[in-house]
């Protein structure tokens, strides 16, 4: 069982930054991804970016050059780095822990909204 807990949505004006935050407890072993998807308002959960347990990241064509996803494998703990934040990136954000030969797990979520 992993438990996940996000932190540092909020309301933010376009153009500026926000960093969100999740850790990661319970039983966590060998390979493992976690990453950071979003649900916008009217429409699906989407992939913004994914990090492996061994550094390998992929970022969403929206999310590239953007936003930066990092991991601490020491402290189980993967943030999202987000810059130049459009109405556009308004959406819950959700943590995502993936156990390669086991179990996906998510976070609560975390409100992004970008307006001014």
């Known amino acids: 069982q992993v438990q996940l807990v996000e932190s540092g949505g909020g309301l933010v004006q376009p153009g500026r930054s926000l960093t969100l935050s999740c850790v990661a407890s319970g039983t966590i072993s060998g390979f493992y991804s976690m990453a950071w998807y979003r649900r916008p308002p009217g429409e699906q959960r989407e992939l913004v970016a994914s990090?492996?347990?061994?550094?390998?990241?992929i970022y969403s064509d929206s999310a590239k050059g953007r936003f930066t996803i990092n991991i601490d494998n020491s402290k189980y703990t993967v943030s999202l780095q987000m810059t130049s934040l459009t109405p556009e990136d308004t959406a819950v954000y959700y943590c995502n822990h993936y156990q390669v030969g086991g179990d996906s797990y998510w976070g609560q979520g975390t409100a992004v909204t970008v307006s001014s």
């Open positions: 990090i492996t347990s061994g550094g390998h990241t």
